[in-house]
């Protein structure tokens, strides 16, 4: 290779790398520019869903009697966070189907909190009552995050379904 080639190929490597760090710093800007208009329109507008969850904690169809203890953990999906009211919840829901299913009335219990992480549920177990201890316990966590949201069920009395 010529001086003259080489030359031309340092030029171009240099042009090359001005223009993939200016590319790099546009892209950087622009990203702290839409991360700050977000951060402005949650200021003036708010949360548009709030965050209050309606409160769903209840004895669903006490007339079947004998209730199971469900207990709710999670983030706001599983607060019901968004439903109108509380039966529209998704522990109003499931108190609904479990009581239809058992024919047994069904206690909610929700200790999930609005905007809660999973890294969060070890605090909303600790805010139990320490006497506390339900039949059947749901976690629904990573709502707002993609891919998949993960709901945990676990049937910590058995005795409940005989």
Known sequence: ??????????AVAAVAGVVGAAGGGLGYAARELLHRQAETARRIIGKPL???????DRVWKPSYGNPVDLLLLGDSIAAGLGADIRKETLG???SKALAKTLHRSVRLRTGAVVGSESSMLAGQIDALPSDYAADVAVIVVGG????????????INTSVIL
Do not use: C, F, H, T
């Open 1 to 10: 290779m010529d001086r003259s080639a080489r030359g031309r190929l340092v």
């Open 92 to 94: 109003g829901r499931l």
């Open 144 to 155: 707002n995050v993609k891919p998949v949201m993960q709901i945990y069920i676990s049937l």
């Open 50 to 56: 709030g965050e209050q969850a309606p409160d769903a």
